[in-house]
């Protein structure tokens, strides 16, 4: 069975069109079919193609569809292509995202009304739709639809509940954030094809890798350009200020387009184009420190929030961090590695504490919380798993991609970068075990009312959570590192996942690999797992054990930095003093000052002239017949006198 | 005709029923005095060009004046019809009185 690739986003748009039109009138039963059945086919019809794919000669696919513009020299067709990145990236997003919108059935039912709920829907499949056209296009301009697509997406479900009014400024506030990056990736399109005169993926990689000393020094500036793209559509500092506030959105929203898919986007497009990445390192350099600033920024950030959410949002923040960091030190393997664990660690972190959202009727204060693990035991072990597995405790999925993150840093000697990828480790664990602490331990803080109305979730929204925990914890294991597989009796060189991987990766002229050796390498993991379980048990003893009066105390000693990361920062407020409100004040000025002064202005004093002259003009017409019969006579002498005067 | 009589003295009458004429057109108020005021503005005009056919010894004075003339009956049967339907309307011929177009 062959299906075609374009079928793949087709079905889900397919979804999309039919919820969006007839959704309303359907009633719910209809929707869910529709808005989760058309996910499940699309999997069934990726799936179809991935695993002759993975099973076979894995050679890479491209499918036209047809042409789409053809002007001049400049022609893109719409074009998609299966690989072994596009189908890693096809393989979780439809996975994950099938179990997600089985999940909101369970989570969206009871809060909406007919047409909240389908357009719901509607906007999830056209989140698909988008996200699977990015992963799969074979250009950069189609990329760039599936790109502004999840952006749009986002921003439509990040302003669901367009009520609030916080949701709305969160949204508006994503999609600005997002434009700023989709500016660069613009930027860097056109720099493009000014190299390359085309934006297919194999003809631009291929030209600039068969010459790269003709087109390296321009390459670091277009490279640049993607990589702000990235940074806006990833979240990475200075533009991550929007993921934190996309948290109002519903969580489903949450768990699938700010954790697990979209916001990969940016590294999905750092590694797509890691030839030019690899030709530019001074570009890779700065990927690398934007990536290791973001991850221990934000890790710092979620020390001190309360609301679940966020705490889960600045630690995908600090994950997407981790995963720059390794594209920038050429560990792109270890960065897919990372996205694909992250994946399915974070979704289930967030499916949770939807879970645990939903039990408490909508409260996210984790402060409001505590001692749900008896009264959501299902919601609370595949938190804790997911939480070690972020957390990076051996064997779970996320120590297997976070130690090979931290190993290539170190391979690559960027032992500062790798300083604070140990350090962030260590921030991760803690924040996590102070979170599954607030939450899970001690005794429950909330009202009577909420106590009462506990509940363990519906079976659509535990099953998910039981898929995503046990891939959680399964997910690692087709990337073990070497030494750990020797140990095992395993002699390949490489594990499955650099072998899947291997064919994106166009051989260039590079420096030597810097191999470790497998102390070093023991010497490594040993570290990030003792940093790991360092937080772990500190967070775990301060906030289940003692109930935080340690940290409490900490607060108190220094309360002035305390505010500042409970405030994060005050990067918000800083931005609003930098941008926003002199951009506020130049549009107001523009408004005050150039258009009703100096454009209204002037129109308005022509009109006026006008209307000045024919004021004056018009006690001439006194309409009284003899006076224009004098002034007729009067004229008459006139001229007369002039003929005179001319004749004589 | 008119021989015998210098052409200056029939300029000076001519001269004079026009500016007795004009002054009719400009000052008196009745619409229909204001036309026959005109009339003595052209009839001063016909003197003149009498005057100065018989003196150049020249027919196409005349054959100007019949013109004028005839005009003057065209004018005359549109200009009471005016007035007539102004009166109809308005109640009145006073030209101070109809200044439709007055600001």
Partial sequence: MNVPLWLVPALPLAGFLICGVLGKKLGKSFVSAVGVGSVGLATVAAYSRLLPFVFGSRAPVVETVGGWIAAGSFSVDIAFRLDALSALMTSFVTFVGFWIHVYSIGYMRHDESDAGYARYFAYLNLFMFSMLTLVLAQNFLLLFVGWEGVGLCSYLLIGYYYEREYAAAAGKKAFVVNRIGDFGFLLGMFGLFGLFQSLDFDRVFSTAAADPARYAPFLTVVALCLFVGAVGKSAQVPLYVWLPDAMAGPTPVSALIHAATMVTAGVYIVTRCNVLFRLAPDAMAVVAVIGAITAIFAAVIALAQNDIKKVLAYSTVSQLGYMFLACGVGAYVAGMFHVMTHAFFKACLFLGSGSVIHAMGGEQDMRKMGGLKSKLPLTYWTFLIATLALAGIPPLAGFFSKDTILAGVFEHQRYVLWGIGIVTAGLTAFYMFRLVSLTFEGKFRGTHEQEHHLHESPPSMTTPLLILAALSVIGGFVGVPKVIREVFGSAREQNAIERFLSPIFVPLEESVEHALGAGTEWLLIAISVVAAVTGLLLGWNWYAKQDGRIPARIAATFPTLYELVEDKFDVDEAYDFLFVRPFNWLARMLWKVVDVLIIDGLLNAGAFLVELTGDLLRFLQTGNVRNYALTFFLGVVGLLLIVIGFTY | ?103
């Fill in chain 2, 1 to 103: 005709m008119i021989s015998g009589i210098p052409l200056s003295d029939v300029l000076l009458v001519s001269g004079g029923l026009f500016v007795i004429g004009l002054a009719g057109a400009l000052l008196r108020r009745n619409a229909i005095t204001i036309f026959l005021s005109i009339e003595l503005m052209m009839n001063g005009a016909n003197l003149a060009l009498l005057g100065y056919g018989a003196a150049l010894h020249s027919l196409e004075g005349q054959i100007v004046v019949f013109f004028v003339i005839a005009i003057a009956a065209a004018e005359a049967s549109v200009g009471l019809a005016i007035f007539v339907a102004l009166f109809r309307h308005t109640e009145t011929i006073d030209v101070n009185e109809i200044h439709l177009l007055k600001w």
